[in-house]
């Protein structure tokens, strides 16, 4: 499988390699026919909202790790991440707090320059519909599921499955792989920017080791969080009763891209961790040769990529637990982060032939990929957490007719 080392010569390709795999795919309908834009008009995005009961608060924290120097900063420093944490909010207290930002506002404008190639002001860019600090509902505590984004790609690009599983009542923490990810923005204003040659002067195996060591120490703090510490680096106030909210006994991950072969080490490393889920990773790392014995679903794009299926099909019986690999239809390794839905909205302007955005995305309409991924992770997360039965992993669905069941 082509992975986050496989960069094409043309700097008009950068957009297929924000997750870390360039991917096959034929002509897009769906997102082919997006209208053209006018010369002056800005392009609107808008995020499809979570499909869950609950209202979501979001908050930030700032996390510094002093026992281990970063190997990817330009200077020496202690290893420093930022995690964003989706929680269900107290109804009363909620609509009092303003609807958070789909990234801020330095992040944005580096990721457009950087990334997009899109001119400033050419794209109005989403609120979510999480408040941020909004207060905790305090009614029960919540399973937790830890999310770790692809290469290049920032904690912003797992937003839609973080907010849809806070709203149906997990806390979800997706954190920032400080110099992996494009473009990390930091409370004292720094940005930090993606260090591409420090990254690469690794093996994927020790990309995996150190992301995984970065997941592990967020699930550190969280426990320290759940003690009644603030691990915040600046201790900036957090929303009371979040860390109360943390149910440490129910902990999952869930991953995209080499996120997912992050979040399958994961697994594999933290006996905390009690289930896994990939979305169209590969697998790299001590995990390939030694398995797993906690449940893991793989789910993957429907493009033909030999490598990923044949890294898929030598973990799959070394796999001793509950195991199940999905592939959404007509997907494109793109199609599983807030990208389906981003790309798609922005395409009047992105400065891309066409081709190479629908190489991305696939040709699945965004709107069944966001719900259909939605479903099944939730569903998994509810079985092996809160367990709750679920006929999604014995049956194909008639309601998400995209996804295939293929062991």
Not at 302 to 323: F, G, H, I, N
Request: aromatic fraction near 6%; glycine fraction near 8%.
């Amino acid at each position: 499988m082509p992975h986050h080392r496989s960069r094409p010569a043309a700097a008009a390709l950068a957009v297929l390699l924000a997750t870390g795999a360039l991917t096959g795919g034929t002509a897009a309908t769906a997102h082919a026919q997006a209208p053209a834009a006018t010369a002056t008009a800005p392009v609107p995005i808008t995020l499809p909202a979570p499909t869950g009961l609950l209202p979501v608060g979001t908050t930030a924290l700032h996390l510094v790790d002093p026992r281990r120097p970063d190997r990817w900063a330009p200077t020496p420093r202690p290893r420093e991440l930022m995690a964003q944490l989706w929680y269900p909010a107290a109804a009363c207290g909620a609509p009092a707090h303003r609807l958070a930002p789909w990234a801020g506002a330095a992040e944005r404008a580096h990721l457009e320059a950087d990334y997009l190639g899109v001119a400033p002001g050419r794209l109005v860019w989403p609120a979510t519909h999480s408040r941020e600090d909004a207060p905790v509902d305090r009614t029960a505590r919540r399973p937790v599921v830890l999310y770790s984004p692809g290469s290049r790609a920032d904690r912003s690009f797992g937003t839609l499955a973080a907010e849809d599983l806070a709203s149906r009542g997990y806390v979800v923490v997706v954190l920032d792989h400080t110099f992996d990810a494009g473009e990390v923005a930091f409370p004292d204003g720094r940005l930090e920017v993606r260090n591409k040659p420090a990254v690469f002067a690794m093996t994927d195996e020790e990309i995996v080791a150190y992301r995984t060591a970065d997941t592990r120490f967020v699930l550190d703090r969280l426990t320290d969080l759940a003690a009644g510490t603030n691990p915040d680096a600046e201790h900036r106030p957090l929303p009371p009763g979040l860390g109360a909210a943390l149910d440490l006994t129910a902990v999952g991950v869930a991953g995209h891209s080499m996120g997912g072969a992050t979040a399958v080490q994961t697994l594999h490393d933290d006996p905390r961790v009690l289930a896994g889920a990939s979305l169209d990773g590969p697998v790299f790392g001590t995990v390939a040769t030694d398995g797993l014995d906690r449940p893991l679903l793989l789910f993957g794009a429907s493009d033909v990529r030999p490598a990923r299926d044949a890294m898929w099909d030598a973990l799959w019986p070394r796999l001793t637990s509950w195991r199940r690999q999905l592939r959404l239809d007509d997907s494109g390794h793109g199609s599983f982060a807030d990208l389906e839905v981003l790309l798609t909205a922005a395409r009047p302007v992105l400065p891309w032939p066409a081709d190479e955005v629908d190489h991305l995305l696939g040709t699945i309409d965004p709107a069944r990929a966001v719900s259909a991924q939605r479903a099944y992770l939730a569903a998994f997360f509810d079985l092996h957490l809160r367990h709750r039965p679920t006929p999604l992993f014995t049956t194909p669905s008639p309601g998400h007719p995209e996804v295939r069941l293929v062991r």
